[in-house]
């Protein structure tokens, strides 16, 4: 009898002939999650166990390997020979000793020489032997005893089904850069997108010495609570300082947001296509705020040729703060550390700014040569 | 680094650093160890307790408690103080002290709060107005954090006992400890102080109190350290430090008064009028000069000052939704002067020299901010 974690995987069965590719980054991301702990990863038709780890470190791999993308759901159980000896040996580990239960068998070797039924029946039977306060429950039971009988005779018996973070594995689904602000928002983007297989780089905008080395200390906290899941390990910022100052003298006092924002969108594309990224990703929700709306999202867009991903678009703020809190950003993300951007901030900002004026107004600034700059400002900072 | 942000907290001399090392790595020994070693450590706060009392108070009055740093110390005294009924302080006083007011509501105390004039000092009519029979505690900053005015603390606590005797007196002396002549007169009970602020080391507070006051409690309970009303062993190298600092102090205390008050009036001299009003009374602290740029952002004025090598202090934070201090704004100051707060504070170690560069360099800064913005 060995102690194992059973891992079950999402979609990936979805994916006819590339799923060979889909199960080896799968794989590869578990080894990753799994780092530094001692353990054994394998197959088993259409499963993965960890096995070989310590006592000490079931709860470690349990809470890491809930954060990997493409897990549906997971078990600490016991992998045993299928005979009815071991079998019980295993279900009295995992089985409660009081209330109502049920033995549900699932018979993966149709070849076994006892029917699912017959197997729920005689373990169930044996279970009340050896436990005399557990009474069978068949419809609404405290507590489950489960038994997958697999080929080659071998078992898995478990007692309870955590769900995983689900998705698809990460690295599956191309790479994207998202523009990480301090905020509630951009975090929980970046980890949608993830989900769905993304490999997320971090790019964030600075305006130093208007904003606080705090305020950068921050977007590294977050960027690293999120690459937990994403995987990435480093966050590039661009100070966009001399940018807004030029906005600022130069511009209509109502766009300065949104052409702040055509900044950032160029200057994103141009580090996207340094790191092989192939898409923006923004936490912009529709009319969240004055920048966010359908034509501040136009503007901004029309000056990229990238697609820009906004996973959040149709969400309400409340519904990003549950994501949030449930991810972990949330409790760092509302940390007092709010830039003074504000001095730039106009009373009135353009809520539904036109191209043709918005194009007018950036005449008169030297775009080509403040954008060069900007990128010239880039830090990587690992983490 | 030209460090102008004394009032934050100062370079602890080296000498201090040295003693705190000696009762670190040779003289380590618990005070309370029955053998010699932690006898002699024992004496060492012995003459450092009695130093330090004897600097502002007369021994026979008061005694001296040591604590964890100054808000400790006037946490205590207010948390012991503060009975049913209402307790009076400033509006200008440190977070220390005005937070833990606010949360005397939830005792049961009704906390009042005396206006502060332009400069920052009270007005000391209308706290003394507030006080009533009622009054269990009433609480003024010696010398105020943010713009270096002196509250005449005597006078005042003269004051507020003839009209309720009963009323325990606090002043929170952690800008004025080391860097003002003064003696403690009987009317006040409690004075809290830290030795970070005068080349000690963070961590180390004393609360003094007057020996007739008996409303203390300690707050930190375990093996009756500091008579029982500060239990825990003693920070003894931060103590030693402390003890250091305030002899080198105390010893030129006159001396470098008067010089600080030169640079603090050379520098005003040398700002740009046309950018800074002055905050800082003329018959304030010579260790503190604040000032305000009208139209820019201190906290940007200060990042920018740090990044060309010079440090200077703020009352404003970006964080809240009122980005600047609470202070300033009661000394009804208007928006366009808040947001442009900088604070320059001043240590004996400031030399003529660095205050000179100093303001070329915050002229030169606060010039081309105005450009910009």
């Known amino acids: ?383 | 680094m030209i460090y102008l942000d004394n009032a934050a907290t100062t370079r602890p001399l080296s000498g201090a650093v040295a003693e705190a090392e000696r009762y670190l790595t040779e003289e380590y020994f618990n005070p309370s160890a029955r053998y010699h070693g932690g006898a002699e450590v024992s004496r060492m706060l012995s003459r450092a307790r009695d130093f330090l009392l004897r600097a502002v108070a007369d021994p026979a009055d008061f005694e001296l408690i040591f604590t964890s740093c100054g808000t400790e110390a006037d946490n205590q005294a207010i948390f012991s103080a503060a009975r049913r009924g209402n307790a009076v302080t400033t509006a200008g006083e440190h977070a220390a002290v005005f937070e833990s007011y606010k949360t005397l509501k939830n005792r049961g105390v009704e906390p009042r709060f005396a206006p502060i004039r332009a400069d920052g000092s009270v007005d000391a009519d209308a706290l003394v107005s507030l006080v009533d029979e009622k009054t269990t505690l009433v609480s003024v900053v010696h010398v105020n954090n943010e713009t270096g005015a002196v509250n005449d603390i005597a006078a005042i606590a003269k004051r507020v006992k003839a009209k309720n005797p009963r009323a325990v007196f606090l002043s929170d002396g952690v800008q004025a400890f080391g860097k003002l002549p003064f003696r403690l007169t009987k009317e006040i009970d409690f004075y809290a102080v830290s030795a970070h602020k005068i080349g000690g080391i963070k961590g180390t507070g004393a609360l003094i109190r007057r020996k007739g006051c008996t409303v203390l409690a300690p707050y930190v309970i375990g093996g009756g350290q500091e008579s029982g009303m500060r239990s825990g062993t003693e920070n003894t190298f931060g103590i030693a430090a402390f003890f250091h600092a305030a002899e080198e102090k105390f010893s030129s205390l006159r001396v470098d008064g008067e010089r600080l008050k030169g640079y603090r009036e050379q520098l005003w001299e040398m700002l740009d009028h046309s950018i800074f009003t002055r905050i800082s009374p003329e018959n304030g602290s010579p260790y503190i000069l604040t000032v305000s740029a009208k139209g820019l952002r201190g906290e940007i004025l200060q990042r920018e000052l740090w990044d060309r090598g010079v440090a200077v202090g703020t009352g404003s934070a970006c964080s809240s939704k009122k980005p600047f201090s609470r202070v300033i704004e009661a000394c009804g100051y208007g928006e366009d002067t808040l947001y442009g707060v900088i604070r320059m504070s001043f240590s004996p170690a400031t030399t003529e020299q660095e205050i000179r560069n100093a303001a070329q360099t915050i002229n030169a800064c606060a010039r081309e901010r105005k450009e910009n913005v």
Do not use: W
Request: glycine share 8%; aromatic share 8%; charged share 25%.
């Open chain 1, 1 to 383: 009898m060995e102690k194992v974690v059973i891992i079950r995987y999402a979609e990936i069965h979805l994916k006819g002939k590339n799923r060979g590719y889909f199960e080896r980054v799968f794989s590869v991301n578990l080894e990753k999650a799994l780092k530094g702990i001692r353990h054994e990863l394998r197959r088993m038709s259409g499963r993965y166990l960890v096995a070989a780890f310590a006592e000490e470190d079931a709860d470690e791999i349990l809470s890491r390997v809930a954060r990997v993308f493409g897990v549906h759901s997971y078990s600490l159980g016991y992998l045993v020979d299928n005979d009815m000896e071991s079998l019980l040996a295993a279900a009295k580990l995992v089985c409660p000793q009081s209330g109502t239960f049920k033995v549900d068998t699932h018979r993966g070797d149709k070849k076994y020489p006892l029917t699912s039924m017959q197997l729920n029946a005689e373990v169930g039977a044996k279970l009340i032997e050896a436990f005399p306060a557990l009474t069978v429950d068949v419809h609404a039971p405290q507590g489950y005893v489960y038994l997958d009988i697999r080929d080659g005779g071998k078992a898995l018996v478990f007692g309870t089904f955590e769900e995983g973070a689900n998705g698809m594995p990460v690295g599956t689904s191309g790479r994207g850069l998202l523009l990480i602000s301090g905020g509630i928002d951009s975090p929980v983007a970046g980890y949608m997108m993830a989900k769905r297989g993304m490999n997320v780089e971090y790019l964030h905008f600075h305006s130093y010495p208007y904003t606080n080395e705090q305020a950068k200390d921050k977007v590294v906290s977050l960027a690293r609570i999120l690459s937990r899941y994403t995987g990435s390990n480093s966050l590039m910022t661009v100070s966009v300082t001399h940018i807004q100052e030029e906005i600022h003298k130069k511009c209509a006092a109502e766009l300065n947001v949104t052409l702040l924002r055509r900044f950032m969108f160029r200057i994103a594309e141009r580090l996207a296509k340094r790191t092989g990224a192939q898409c923006l990703i923004t936490g912009e929700s529709l009319g969240q705020v004055a920048s966010q709306t359908i034509e501040g999202m136009t503007s901004s867009g029309a000056v990229v040729t990238l697609p820009v991903l906004r996973p959040l678009v149709g969400f309400d703020k409340e519904e990003i703060i549950v994501r949030a809190k449930k991810i972990g950003t949330f409790d760092t993300s509302v940390l007092p550390y709010e830039d003074c951007c504000t001095v730039f901030l106009p009373e009135f900002p353009a809520i539904k700014p036109k191209l043709s004026f918005i194009e007018e107004e950036e005449q008169k600034l030297d775009v080509e040569s403040l954008v060069a700059e900007a990128i010239g400002t880039m830090e990587r900072i690992g983490f």
